[in-house]
């Protein structure tokens, strides 16, 4: 059962009070962290977590709005003349049983889309997340008087379904409310130490696509496949055969990745189904490789049937499902203005370089938008310095985020966070 996420101690917080620096605001983040962390909530059913968000914003005298694009939350502050600026934290975690062993780990349990009951975890980092864009908003509040412009401050539902963003944009965020003149965000990093901060340029994150194929037959007795169809041998084929679109059809110097996850069909040895079903994950940076990984998965999907001496009522249908998640890219200029900013609020050396990834973030349709809006999404580093020096001289492997035992190390990764938010604000709301 989640326990109440309204808040904790907020008559303590008294805006005009408020720390100015993250280290001496630390204690009442870090209650905030470990409760969020202990009441996670799945994709479009954060209603509790939405309403601590909102209630923090309020009582940091931001206009408020709630229950946008689902759970979302809206908070605007205008301080002057200036840019508008818009920093989003997601709030929704994942379907995963924490095996992390700390004090305040997740016991929570919730029903899955699918129905079915799951233990629920934040092996994402949302929680960091949401606990460094309170912090950055306290901090921001507490020093209004050092910048100007529109403060857009936005509690994403659903990025691990790839759909809150779109949810939110579709319900007006960008007419309803000011439209940003850039966007900024954060991501933990499992592979970066805490206390660090890297940057990608560019191109940093990936297209994603799923894509479901359900592969029809002619079923019959195991005994005598000749008078059937096996849909088990023709996805087989049309598993191997999906590996060639990469490796023969894409520019071999445009990334991209088409992975099957999974493949099921039949119920007992010696019968030959009806069906097999495929589910594949597709990504890509360039929006012309998408579109071609796409045509030729159903392409050879459609084709391998075909040759099987399948007829045209039972080949295959492909299904590209409804969350899509674009490519992120980092606006070059702005990336570099955020770097150097927080790269003087946090120290140079503390700057470590970063790689592009081929994983998804909705974050990025907060700039796809016409015309397009610069954004940046940096990496936090969450790895405490024990563990991390651990796997650099010993090869001891880093908990992947996503899996059971991604633990951040809370006080530095947090306070970097903060620090580093708040001087990349502070650098675009000074222009």
Sequence with gaps: MLRNLLPIALSALVVAGTPALADDDYPYLEALYKHLHANPELSFQEEQTAARMASELRGLGFDVATGIGGHGVIGVMENGDGPTLLIRADMDA??????????????????????????????????????????TARRLVATKDEWSG??????????????????????????????????????????????????????????????????????????????????VVIASQIVLNLQTIVSREIDPLKPAVVTVGSFHAGTKHNIISDRADLQIT??????????????????????TARTAGLPDDKLPDVLVKDEFTPSLYNDPDLTERVQRAIGAAIGEDNILPASPVMGGEDFARYGRQDPPIPSVM??????????????RRRGVVLPSLHTPFFAPDPEPTITTGVNAMTAAAMEILAD
Aim: include cysteine; hydrophobic fraction near 40%; proline fraction near 6%.
């Design 282 to 303: 597709v990504r890509s940076y360039d929006d012309d490789v998408r579109n071609q990984l796409l045509a030729a998965i159903e392409r050879i999907a459609i084709n």
């Design 150 to 231: 529109t403060l857009v401050m936005i509690a994403q539902p659903a990025e691990e379904r790839g759909a809150g963003a779109k949810a939110m944009l579709e319900d007006g965020l960008f007419e309803r409310f000011p439209r940003p003149d850039y966007n900024i965000a954060l991501h933990v990093s499992g592979g970066h130490p805490a206390g660090s901060v890297g940057f990608v340029p560019g191109w940093a994150m990936a297209n994603v696509d799923s894509v479901d194929i359900t592969v029809h037959g002619m079923p019959g007795h195991g005994s005598a496949p000749h008078t059937t169809k096996d849909p």
């Design 94 to 135: 994942l379907p995963v049983e924490e095996a992390t062993g700390l004090p305040y780990a997740s016991t929570a349990k919730a029903t899955e889309q699918t129905g079915q009951e799951v233990s629920v975890m934040h092996a994402c980092g949302h929680d960091v997340h949401m606990t460094v864009w309170v912090g």
């Design 378 to 391: 940096f990496r936090l580093g969450a790895i405490g310095d024990e563990l991390y020096q651990a796997s």
